[in-house]
Every structure is written in C-alpha cells, then in structure tokens.
C-alpha cells in the first residue's frame, strides 16, 4: 500500500462518504485516509495524514469546500482537490477551480468515472479527461456572466499552434487524442502543454480550460 493513491474524503453526509470509501478502498491502488463532514475537520486531520487527493464536497457546515479548497492548494505541496458538485452549484464551481482545485465530479457519477478521475489527477495527465469535467465546464461557459469574461489579451503570448492544442485541451482531449488530430508526437503535444501552462499562469488544464471559455477561444458544445 505504500505506493498507494491516498484519498480524503470530506462531505457532510455519512452515507455520501461511506459509499465513496466502499468503491476506494476496493480498489488496489488507492485507500481513505481521511474522513471529515466539513473544511475544518478536513484541515486539522491533513495536518497529521499525508494525502494525494481530496473528494471535497462545497456545501458544508463550519467551512465549506470553497475556503477549504483554498487553504489546501495554497501550496505547490498541498493535495489535489476534485470538487463533488451537481450543476445547480455552477458558481461554486468556478470560484473553486479558480481557487486551486484540479477537477470536478458529479455526485451521482458511476463509481468508474470517480476513481478514473482520482487516477487522473494524481497522475497530472489529462486531468480534463473524464466525461462529467468536460460537461461541466461546457455548461459553466453557458451560464458565465458576460462580465465575468476575460480579456483575451491573455491569449496574445501563445502561438498558433499552442493556441490549437489549447482547443483541443478544452473539447477533453487527451495529450494522446491531440497529437492524432494534429499529426504530431505525443511528446510534442505535453510540451505545448506546459508551455499553454505557463504562459496562462494556469495551476493545471482546468484552469487552462476554463481561460479557452472565459475568452471565447472556444464556444460551449463545438
């Protein structure tokens, strides 16, 4: 278990938290390490466990997950947060990704779609990947209010071909997809990635994602 994927679980409610750790510690390369039923509780038990993921619910007494997300990520050294949403919190959502988290999940997801999305983002890959991500973040754009739209000044440093792979982080391709479409080596592919990272000042491709809306690079459903 030492080379195990260590996952939090923070939601106010048991039965939420002890169906997730059922499917996680059935698995043979991830386990709960931490149960909390809010923020504070989370960030007092992470102070004593080493953790790689969290499972952070937003609504929560005490603390919700907004402030807790924040105080996690506040540090390059701090766990990765996937946020456990439903699309009636979309504003809480992107107030989340903005606050450092690396991916979102529907409550309701298949147990598979969960634990692909803890992989992914222990892993740094693709974090965009699982369907539910791609979803949400195509229906942020849609409710995102017009003054809330980015400069796209922020997009002058890319290159045209940096500005393609950025397209095609947004539809939820992966680094293996993009480099297929653009005929190009993976390798290529995850350096253009870093340098979209980079030049966006983006913590991670979600954040990157969420600029290609903000901007009107990409438009909801193309």
Known sequence: MSDAIRVAIVDDQQLVRAGFSLVINSQPDMHVVVEAGDGVQALRALRSYACDVVLMDVRMPNMDGLQATAELTAHDTGPKVIILTTFDLD?????????????????????????????????????????????????????????????TSVLDALTDREREVLVEMARGFSNTEIAQRLFVAEATVKTHVGRVLAKLGARDRVQAVIVAYETGLVAPGS
């Open 91 to 151: 504003e809480y959502v992107l107030q989340a990704i903005r606050a450092g988290a690396s991916g979102f999940l529907l409550k309701d997801a298949p147990p598979e779609d969960m634990l692909e999305a803890i992989r992914t983002v222990h892993s740094g890959e693709a974090v965009i990947a699982p369907s539910s991500t791609k979803r949400l973040i195509e229906h942020l754009a849609h409710v995102l209010p017009d003054e809330q739209r980015a400069d």
